[in-house]
């Protein structure tokens, strides 16, 4: 599985970004589809995660400011994020979760979002 990431960048305080991350390649019919990010110095943290059936977990941190959602026809998870703050400034992954009996996960290259004060 290949992931693409696209829509980082710099925007301030209180503004908006929408990442989109599209998976190609051996794509299982049920598999898990979300972002991670890294700050410097920090661990890598799951931000948000989508099922194929639409179940969707979040970060305490981001809950009511960013949606993920998802499109099953083009393999394409997206993130919108709302009211974002200097805290969220990390590096974001896309991540592609293959369920069992063979499990496995895929990742994006990384896209750098900063958000200025």
């Known amino acids: 599985v290949q992931l693409q990431a696209s829509g980082g960048g710099l925007v301030q305080a209180g503004g908006s970004l929408r990442l989109s991350c599209a998976a190609s390649?051996?794509?299982?019919?049920?598999?898990?589809m979300g972002w991670y990010r890294q700050a410097p110095g920090e661990e890598r943290e799951l931000v948000a995660a989508i099922t194929t059936g639409g179940y969707i977990s979040y970060a305490d941190s981001v809950k009511g400011r960013f949606t993920i959602s998802r499109d099953n026809s083009k393999n394409t998870v997206y993130l919108q994020m709302n009211s974002l703050k200097p805290e969220d400034t990390a590096v974001y992954y896309c991540?592609?979760?293959?369920?069992?009996?063979?499990?496995?996960?895929?990742w994006g290259q990384g896209t750098l979002v900063t958000v200025s004060s």
């Open positions: 390649g051996s794509i299982t019919r049920v598999n898990v």
């Open positions: 991540i592609f979760r293959r369920p069992p009996p063979t499990p496995y996960d895929y």
